[in-house]
């Protein structure tokens, strides 16, 4: 709006132009709108019909009191809700998960039931 006023000659600030927009009540957009991703259509998930059948990872965030970040990899079991990873570190890097991971297949293996 302001170029616009800008180009048939009212010669105000940015501000002025703002606020005798804002006071007429109208709304004002700054920037483009995002552009939304249509979801893709994925499979249905397939229920764990056994232990060791379908796992479930996630990240737990937490800071301590001196401010440090603390991030905590949880691995569950979904069919016997049994966890065999809680893993915490203050730096987790891809490499980490996949140890972490392979430790578990590993474990899993002599502990199935």
């Given at each position: 709006?302001?170029v616009?006023?800008?180009?048939?000659?009212?010669?105000?600030s940015?501000k002025?132009?703002?606020?005798?927009?804002k006071?007429?009540?109208?709304?004002?957009?700054?920037?483009?709108?995002?552009?939304?991703v249509?979801?893709?259509?994925?499979?249905?998930?397939?229920?764990?019909?056994?232990p060791?059948d379908?796992?479930?990872?996630?990240?737990?965030?937490?800071?301590?009191?001196?401010?440090?970040?603390?991030?905590?990899?949880?691995?569950?079991?979904?069919h016997?809700?049994f966890?065999?990873?809680?893993?915490?570190?203050?730096?987790?890097?891809g490499?980490?998960v996949?140890?972490?991971?392979?430790?578990?297949?590993?474990g899993s293996?002599?502990?199935r039931q």
């Amino acid at each position: 709006m302001h170029v616009v006023l800008d180009r048939e000659g009212w010669r105000h600030s940015v501000k002025k132009t703002y606020s005798v927009y804002k006071a007429m009540g109208m709304q004002l957009r700054n920037t483009t709108p995002k552009r939304r991703v249509k979801a893709k259509l994925r499979e249905e998930r397939a229920e764990a019909v056994g232990p060791n059948d379908v796992w479930a990872k996630d990240f737990v965030h937490d800071q301590l009191a001196l401010g440090q970040k603390l991030r905590i990899l949880t691995v569950v079991d979904t069919h016997s809700r049994f966890c065999p990873a809680l893993d915490a570190c203050f730096s987790y890097r891809g490499e980490d998960v996949v140890k972490t991971l392979e430790k578990c297949a590993a474990g899993s293996v002599t502990r199935r039931q």
